[in-house]
Structures are given as C-alpha cells and as structure tokens.
C-alpha cells in the first residue's frame, strides 16, 4: 500500500509540475501579465525580471509601428538596484511612461515640436518612487501635445490607433498609456488626467484608469498644462494593480507644495469588503441629451448590477452640472496661457533659426514649434485673462467652480443624507473614428463632459470596463467619483463589480 501510494503522489506531482511548465509556456508566449502575475512568477522562480522585459521589448518592437503608443523605447530598465525591491510588488514589472513626464537622461517631449530634443535633467518624483521600488521602464509614450486633447490626435508625433480597431481614436490626452496597457505592450502605464486625461481613454481602450484627489499625487516633474487641475494616475489591466500602483506613486513631496501631508492607507486591504448597504448616487445630469444610447444602455446595466450586490441606488442632482465644460474651458486655458509662455524658444526647447530679433525668436519659435491646440489654448487663455475681461471671464468661471464643488459636497455630506459614492459613464461615446472630430474643436470638448466636473472639484475618480456596445462593439468606461482623499471605497466598489463584470 504504501508503495502504491508512494506513486500515486510522484505522478501527482510530476503532472503537477507539467501542468506549471505548461501555463508558464502559455504566458512567456502570450504574455498578458498583471502585476500579480509578475511578482508570483518572480517569486516562484518561473522567470528572470530581464527575461520578461526582453520579451515586452520584443513586442513593442513588432506591434508598435501599427499603433503608435510610444514615441520612445529604452534598452535598459532604469531602476534602482537594490535587495529589498525584490520584495515590493512592482519589483521587476514593465511599465510605460506618459511622456510628460521626467526621466532623467531620456528625451521628455510632451508630445510637441517645441520639445523635440529636450532631455530631461532630473527624475519626476514618481518616476523616482517607480524606481525605488524596482519598476522597469519600457518607455514614453504618446500623448496629445501638452496633455492637450481628447483623442491621441494632436501629437506632433502622430496619432496613436486604438488596439480594438486601428481605424478608431485611443481617447486621449494619455492616449499611447491607455493603448499601451490594452494592447499589453507594458503591464501598467502613468498617465495625467487634467480634464480626463486617464479616465476617458481608459474608457475607450477597455482598461482602469484612476485619477487620485488632486494633491494625493506628486506633480514634481511633470510638464505642467493646467497646475491646479492636473493630477498623476494609473493606468492598470485590473482594479488591484491600480490599487498596488497608488500604493507606491502617492505621498507628500517637498517639491511640490500642493501635496497634502496626510497618512497613505494600503489601498489593496479593503478591496474585497462586501459593499452591501452602500449609498450610490446616480445623478439625473448624467442621463440627458448627448449620452449615446448604446453607453447608456450598458451604464444602467452595471448600476443595477451595484443594486444586485446590496447597494442602495439614490437618484441625486448635480445642479450645476451642465457649466462644468465651459468652466473648465475657460479656466484650463487661463492656466494654460501662463505654464506655456516658459517655451521662448531662448532657455530650452525649439528655436526659430530664421529670427533677426529677440521679438521674432519669441514670435516665430512659438509659431513654429506649438500645434493648434496649444496655440488655441494660449490665445483663449491669454484673452481671457486680458485686462476688462478677467472678470466677465476668469473670475466667472472660478465662481462656477466653486458651485460645482459645492455640488458634489451636498452630495457626499454623511450629516445629510449623502451618499458614499456617485456613479455614471466616463465618456459619452465609444471610440470614435480617427479624423471623424478633428474639424470641430467643440466636438471634442463635449467628449470630456463627464470627466472635468472631478478636475474642476479635485475629486478621486475611476474608470472601469463594463462591457462594448451594442453596435460599435468597441469599450464603454463605468465611473465611481469618491469624496477627497477617499480613493478606498472607490476601489472598493469597482473591485467588487470587476468581480461581477467579469
């Protein structure tokens, strides 16, 4: 009996070990890691960290072209060497990087002529704590000039394709992050959401995006469009890498004063909390005239799904809703106009070679060296803030800022009733066709409809996938907005339907 048993369990075993070697063969060959995969293989010694970058370099190397998602690839990790990250879990992972973002030694470009040769001199504070914790760096990827977009369209470098169908937009500005993690040409990607900038092309491209309360997130570093909107977030396959991410990127920094000091919770260890009892607010705004019928569709499909799992759905109104577009598009350009006027083309960056004056260096260098976007932006900006306007224009649209953050305050405010989070779509459509908005400017600000009411509020939001739509048969993006500083239950509840979804 004994040696019967005996080997019964060395088959076991030996079919057991067959059965690793066979999924390990299928993801060496696949790839498709999340960021558990990578540090489970690691750990059990399936792999070699440097093995599997080659293997995500070799992919990028070969997809690539088609898709545009990078305008710059590394052949070394840049991280830090260093024991103990073998113990963290983004030791080891390939990750993309916007490229609005500094890495010291590499080509920074923001996506613009004016900063085609610039190399960064110093590391941006995420980037230093990517490194730290033993993250490698695949590349820089591609992004509408100066964050400046919705589409991946107003790059100087191109535009990226979206990997479900190369005729369609990623959604932007973090366009090339977005179709990087969803065409698995990196495992996660950082991205800067100003208006939506993470969260709409998360959306579009079928993956999470997360946009962290503005000043959770270092912003040392990153080329600056709107400094009192722009935010540094993740861009993940799943709900818990984004939440393993956050754990590393967040905390005060002496470098950038609107951080806040405050204590950084571990955002994997709520995630699997049952959500029975919840306050979900579905704002009425949210459902008018411009939400496609196929992403409604899906949307309400999802929130009854949040019902399904013991939540209890509150219809709430968000009053001033309907101005948070021409708030934002009158502020963000203001603040625009004034970070974009230190490209002169005298300190650093593009530099006319034809000017006969300083006067003509300035004109020319701007002239030839920004795209329209950018030269929209700072001519709206620099009228709006012009003396006799500042106050019919600026000051109004601060104002209306601060009802829409009062909005969303009433509705959260636990005192009265309020609500734990509130839920609705990121974007009003699927991917559209390249070149389809690219004529009417306006077209494509209306795509940001749902996303800036968190800028302009400094709000935490998420982006998750919830299915594709019944005819476009392209990604539509469910949103859960949180209360400052609360990006636990935003996790929370997109973990525990990502459960569902799946």
């Known amino acids: 009996m004994f040696f019967r048993a005996s080997r019964k369990l060395k088959v076991f075993k030996v079919y057991k070990a067959l059965d690793e070697l066979y999924e390990l063969y299928n993801i060496m060959n696949s790839l498709g890691f999340t960021i558990k995969d990578i540090k489970d293989g690691l750990q059990k010694g399936h792999f070699k960290a440097e093995e599997i970058f080659k293997k995500y370099s070799d992919k990028i190397k070969k997809e690539n072209k088609k898709l545009n998602a990078y305008l710059s690839t590394f052949d070394q990790h840049y991280y830090t060497t260093n024991f103990e990250e073998q113990r963290t879990p983004l030791f080891g992972v390939p990750a993309a990087i916007k490229d609005n973002m500094l890495i010291e030694g590499t080509i920074a470009t923001a996506g613009s002529k004016i900063l085609k040769n610039y ?294 405010n636990p005192s009265a009733g309020g609500v734990d989070v509130i839920v609705g779509p990121t974007a009003p459509h699927t991917a559209f066709k390249l070149g389809e908005k690219t004529s009417d400017p306006l077209a494509l600000y209306l795509e940001d409809i749902y996303t800036v009411p968190l800028n302009l509020a400094g709000l935490p939001g998420i982006s998750i996938p919830c299915g594709l739509g019944r005819e476009s048969k392209m990604p539509i993006g469910f949103q859960v907005i949180g209360r400052p500083f609360d990006e636990e239950i935003i996790l929370n509840v997109s973990y525990q339907l990502e459960q569902v979804l799946k």
Request: proline residues 4%; neutral net charge.
């Open 119 to 412: 190399i960064a001199s110093y590391d941006a504070t995420v980037v230093k704590k990517l490194k730290k914790a033993g993250t490698f760096f695949l590349g820089k990827t591609n992004l509408d000039e100066f964050a400046m977009g919705t589409s991946t369209e107003n790059s100087a470098f191109g535009p990226t394709k979206n990997p479900h169908d190369l005729t369609r937009v990623p959604g932007g500005s973090s366009g090339g992050s977005a179709a990087a993690v969803a065409a698995d040409l990196a495992v996660f990607a950082l991205g800067s959401d100003t208006g939506g900038s993470v969260r709409q092309p998360a959306s579009m491209c079928g993956i999470v995006g997360l946009k962290p309360t503005y000043g959770r997130v270092s912003r040392h570093g990153l080329i600056a469009m709107a400094s009192s909107f722009d935010q540094i977030g993740p861009l993940t396959k799943n709900v818990y890498d984004a939440a393993l991410v956050l754990n590393v990127i967040c905390g005060h920094d002496i470098f950038d004063s609107t951080t806040v000091s405050r204590e950084v919770p571990d955002f994997t260890a709520n995630l699997e909390k049952p959500i029975k009892g919840l306050r979900v607010g579905v704002p009425k705004e949210f459902f008018r005239a411009g939400l496609s019928a196929e992403v409604e569709e899906k949307i309400r499909a999802t929130i009854k799904k949040l019902e399904n799992l013991g939540c209890n759905i509150i219809d709430i109104s968000l009053p001033n809703f309907e101005y948070a577009l021409a708030a934002y598009y009158i502020a963000v350009p203001c603040e625009v106009s004034a970070n974009l006027a230190r490209f002169d083309g005298v300190r650093y960056g593009y530099s006319s070679t034809d000017a006969k004056t300083l006067l003509d260096s300035y004109c020319e260098s701007r002239s030839e060296g920004f795209g329209p976007e950018p030269k929209r932006r700072i001519m709206l900006g620099t009228y709006a803030l012009s003396s006799g306007y500042y106050d019919a224009y600026y000051l109004k649209a601060q104002k209306v800022r601060a009802l829409i953050k009062k909005d969303f305050d009433d509705a959260f």
